[in-house]
Nanobody, 122 residues
């Protein structure tokens, strides 16, 4: 029943900007879920990029060191949407980006989207 659908990926030049979107459905009370963006580059393990907690955490945010200051995660609870604004992108940002939801707010991400590919050209 629960579904997450990412969009917004594509080709972008180094130094440019891109906004990823995640539409959530079937999660129950969306605002209670922690939401996160993860990415996986070819030959590498999946890594957390940015997360935002649910209402019980006052929507606390986390950013990986590699993206802090360049990426911004946000959510619109009225629309059941989560966004990742990517600025000053680098070739090393190239990866498949996944949206995930966590009902526990304990980093137990039990729902995942299918991913959207981001390619940054140098």
């Amino acid at each position: 029943q629960a579904q997450l659908a990412e969009s917004g990926g594509g080709l972008v030049q180094a130094g440019g900007s891109l906004r990823l979107s995640c539409a959530a459905s079937g999660l129950g009370l969306f605002s209670r879920y922690a939401m996160g963006w993860f990415r996986q580059a070819p030959g590498k393990e999946r890594e957390a990029v940015a997360t935002v907690g649910g209402s019980t955490t006052d929507y606390r945010t986390y950013y990986a060191d590699a993206v802090r200051g360049r990426f911004t995660i946000s959510r619109n609870n009225a629309k059941n949407m989560v966004y990742l604004q990517m600025s000053s992108v680098k070739p090393e940002d190239t990866a498949v980006y996944y949206c995930a939801a966590d009902s526990t707010n304990l980093r137990t991400y039990n729902y995942w989207g299918q991913g959207t590919r981001v390619t940054v050209s140098s």
